[in-house]
Each structure stands twice: as structure tokens, then as C-alpha cells.
């Protein structure tokens, strides 16, 4: 299995543009993204350690 990374922007074969709004794990899991971040305000270190680590796992697609 090949993965690829999902971008922001896909541009379709038709000219359309295709917006992914959730391109990392943290947009993606938005809810316990605000709760790490609401941790981590509060001094919560290893909650900002894990907020950081979704902010830069990108979101991965498999393909054949």
C-alpha cells in the first residue's frame, strides 16, 4: 500500500478546485485538539507536547 499525504488544495481533471479543510490529525480530531490546547494554556506540558505532535502529523491517503 502506497501512502500519499492529503493536500489543502486538489485541483480536479474538470478545472474544479477541491479544499480539504482538515489536511493534519489536530483539524481532523478538532474536539480533543481543543482540549489539549485548553491543557496546554494552562501550563499542561505534556498536553502541548501531544497538540504539537497532531499539528504536524499530516493526514495520510492509501492508494493502489
Known amino acids: 500500500m502506497?501512502?500519499?499525504?492529503v493536500k489543502t488544495f486538489?485541483?480536479?481533471d474538470d478545472g474544479r478546485v477541491e479544499i480539504n479543510l482538515a489536511p493534519?490529525?489536530?483539524n481532523d480530531d478538532w474536539i480533543r485538539s481543543a482540549r489539549?490546547?485548553?491543557k496546554a494554556e494552562q501550563g499542561d506540558k505534556e498536553a502541548a507536547a501531544k497538540l504539537?505532535?497532531?499539528e504536524e502529523t499530516p493526514m495520510v491517503e492509501i492508494v493502489d
Open 2 to 5: 502506497k501512502r500519499i499525504p
Open 10 to 12: 486538489n485541483l480536479m
Open 24 to 26: 493534519d490529525a489536530a
Open 36 to 38: 489539549l490546547l485548553k
Open 52 to 54: 504539537k505532535e497532531l
